[in-house]
């Protein structure tokens, strides 16, 4: 027992002194790398400073009006090479008085003494690379420090030797910055996340290298291999449209203190993201965009799914919008688990078209059982050709693999179907989300989510990104149709009524799903936790933007979809309608082709506008049309009109229009007009869809 005890007690002390050494061995590691850091530094440049790398500049990131999103910020720390070869002791004796006077000066914390000391110390040591002083300066700073005595001489004669260090700067602060991304510490490293990561090679550019020999006993530059500068990459973010979407989320998520939320705005055609707001809270209660939710967060998307459950219904002919569909008192049961709805008492009798547009939980269930529990693999195979299982593929890393259950799999139960069918047991990123309901909106067409436009050198386009088509067709055109009814009913008629516009329609979704938090389930610490959404297309007559909010865990005043998350979708809608000028002006691809339709007109005065197309002998449709204003429209054989309105106390978008027209309309609902310049207007000084005062000036730029 006695030996034991020995033995156990050898032991003790050894790893004692193991576990003392460890820590000396790291503190002195640390105290090297973050007390001595410079002085190492500067012993490594000196003995190793035959071959020098030229780091290259990395490229911007760019909005997509060429608006700088992120960008790179040299500083300079300025070093000298006290035995450059042109440095000669009458230059260096003659100078230093006066270097150290205006270093004292500049930098403002030493004496001109402690400069004269440090200098000449360094020279009499021979330091080839002595650092001058640790602060880091601006570009602007550094050349005036090259026009003080020897710098002013250059590396050869004056052993100037500035270090160059790019700090990687957000113009626009946390705008998309998830979505920007940033870079490692270690600059070698490159992009951390988002874009910079994305595009790290083209960003990056190459470096280049100055090579050095020893002639007499100095160095002398023999072969130098100039940098090739990074390349610039142009997003698809408009910045105009980001911090719309940015203020409206931060402003819904302070009111309803959830935890985080994202909103998405896409082009329907082109998959391009126009705006991308990512936020959640920090512990001290501030939001800031610290992860990317609507690419990398999968959860249950709860009644957003229902369409693809109903568009698999109506794809095999098993339902039509029309039939009945017995809903009951609210609740019912699916083997041993209940299902409810959110309407007290239940719904009763409803038709398909009612079922969606009250997104009743039973009503959706109940055609998807009924009809597919005893080939649920039909079902899911559906939903599997919509591509609803495949990741986009998008270029920013970090995308959240989509989860359907399949029939036989462990996890598939006798309730899997029905609550599947709603949108629980299966997983979906916001982006996923709004890609298919994009593809609705696109006349079955489903495309990859655009982050990118092109990517250039110096203003020079060097590759421009084409729109790529992931399903040419998720179901068939009647299928679109019928669904496109029901997304416009949901707001004119269902859960969504609050949102509805008067200037324009919108199409969508809501969904208000409670979220499984880990091995606790639905019921977790502090009750139940919610989801609010809502995802649609506008305006939904001629379908050209998507977007998608999802707010998350909101705490206070509700948690429902259309409130929560369809407030947000609904500004966002309405500023992005208002700046586009009521969308009538808008060339489609379709009427701009070649050869197959009448020229194309901008919109203005009816009866200047007809005047004009008669002298030039073109057919027009519509001139019954009763309205000061009109849009116009180019079809194969003529034109058509339509009345153009001007909502008061809403600034328009007047930009392309000629100065006599936009002054006629802004003058019209009260606003002072300045004007500069002559053709027609580039720039409005007052933003399109922001509200104003009568008397308010605001000035027009002309090109």
């Known amino acids: 027992m006695q030996i034991k005890k020995s ?7 050894l790893y004692l002194g193991v576990a003392v050494l460890a820590v000396a061995i790291l503190g002195k590691a640390l105290y090297l790398r973050v007390v001595e850091g410079d002085r190492w530094e500067e012993v490594v440049e000196e003995h190793n400073n035959k071959d020098i790398v030229i780091d290259a500049n990395r490229g911007d990131i760019l909005a997509t009006d060429f608006r700088k999103l992120a960008c790179s910020v040299p500083t300079y720390r300025i070093h000298m090479d006290m035995r450059a070869h042109g440095l000669i002791d009458e230059v260096f004796n003659a100078n230093v008085d006066s270097l150290s006077y205006l270093l004292s000066r500049f930098y403002g914390d030493r004496s001109e003494r402690t400069f004269r000391s440090g200098l000449k110390k360094a020279r009499a040591d021979g330091k080839r690379y ?8 601006s570009f602007t700073d550094l050349k005036k420090l090259k026009q003080f005595p020897l710098f002013r001489l250059g590396a050869n004669k004056g052993g100037f030797i500035p270090k160059k260090y790019e700090n990687r700067k957000l113009p626009f602060g946390e705008l998309a910055a998830r979505t ?11 992009g951390r996340f988002g874009l910079e990561m994305a595009y790290n090679n083209s960003l990056k550019g190459l470096a280049g290298i100055s090579t050095r020999t020893r002639v007499s006993g100095n160095w002398v530059v023999e072969e130098q291999i100039e940098p090739i500068d990074g390349l610039d990459i142009v997003t698809t973010i408009d910045i105009g449209l980001q911090d719309v979407a940015e203020s409206a989320l931060l402003h819904q998520l302070k009111q309803y203190q959830a935890d985080h939320g994202c909103a998405v705005l896409m082009e329907v055609a082109t998959g391009k993201i126009r705006a991308i707001a990512n936020l959640g809270r920090t512990p001290s209660g501030k939001y800031i965009e610290k992860y990317n939710y609507a690419i990398g967060e999968a959860t249950e998307p709860g009644s957003t799914f229902k369409l693809a459950s109903l568009i698999v219904a109506l794809e095999d002919g098993v339902v039509q919008l029309s039939d009945s569909i017995e809903t009951g008192k609210g609740f019912c049961y699916f083997h041993d688990r209940k299902m409810t709805d959110s309407h007290p008492g239940g719904y009763g009798t409803l038709s398909v078209r009612e079922v969606f547009e009250k997104s009743s939980n039973i009503g959706i269930s109940k055609i ?17 050709d919509m591509n609803l299982k495949d990741p986009l593929g998008i270029e920013i890393k970090g995308e959240g693999m989509p989860m359907i259950k399949y029939p036989g799999e462990k996890t598939w139960s006798g309730v899997t179907l029905p609550w ?23 006349n079955g067409k489903m495309v990859t989510p655009m982050f990118v436009e092109a990517i250039q050198h110096h203003g020079e386009v060097i590759e421009e990104k084409q729109t790529e088509v992931i399903n040419p067709s998720i ?13 416009v009913g949901v707001v004119e008629n269902g859960t969504a009524r609050n949102i509805r516009s008067k200037r324009y329609q919108i199409a969508g979704k809501t969904g208000t799903a409670q979220i499984a938090k880990g091995t606790t389930g639905y019921k977790g610490e502090g009750g139940k936790k919610h989801q609010a959404s809502f995802v649609g297309y506008f305006p939904a007559d001629r379908p050209m933007y998507s977007c998608i909010v999802v707010v998350n865990e909101p705490t206070k005043k509700g948690y429902y979809g259309n409130v929560v998350a369809g407030s947000v979708f609904k500004e966002i809608s309405d500023r992005v309608y208002a700046q586009s000028f009521e969308h009538d002006d808008v060339k489609t691809e379709y009427e701009v082709e070649l050869g197959k339709h009448q020229p194309y007109s901008k919109g203005g005065k009816k009866e200047e506008l007809l005047a004009v197309l008669d002298e030039v002998g073109v057919m027009v449709q519509g001139q019954e049309v009763e309205a000061e204003w009109i849009s116009t429209s180019a079809r194969e054989h003529d034109i058509s009109l339509k009345s153009k309105s001007f909502p008061s106390g809403i600034v328009p978008n007047v930009k392309g229009m000629g100065a006599k027209d936009a002054v006629s309309i802004l003058e019209n609902m009260g606003l002072k007009v300045i004007i500069n310049g002559v053709g027609r207007v580039k720039q409005q000084s007052m933003t399109a869809g922001q509200n104003y005062r009568k008397g308010s000036t605001i000035y027009l730029k002309m090109s």
Do not use: W
């Open 475 to 487: 179901c068939s055109l009647e299928t679109i149709e019928k669904v496109h009814e029901l997304l």
């Open 130 to 137: 002595y650092m001058v002083h640790p602060r880091r300066i």
């Open 180 to 190: 920007v991304g940033s870079l490692y510490a270690e600059k070698d490293l490159g």
């Open 7 to 13: 033995i156990i007690l050898r032991f003790g002390f």
């Open 368 to 384: 998807i059982f009924d009809n597919y529990r005893d080939d649920a693999r039909r079902y899911v195979n559906r939903l599997y």
């Open 420 to 442: 599947m069918s709603i949108g629980y047991e299966l997983q979906q990123t916001p982006l996923q989300i709004l890609s298919f309901y994009n593809a609705i909106a696109n």
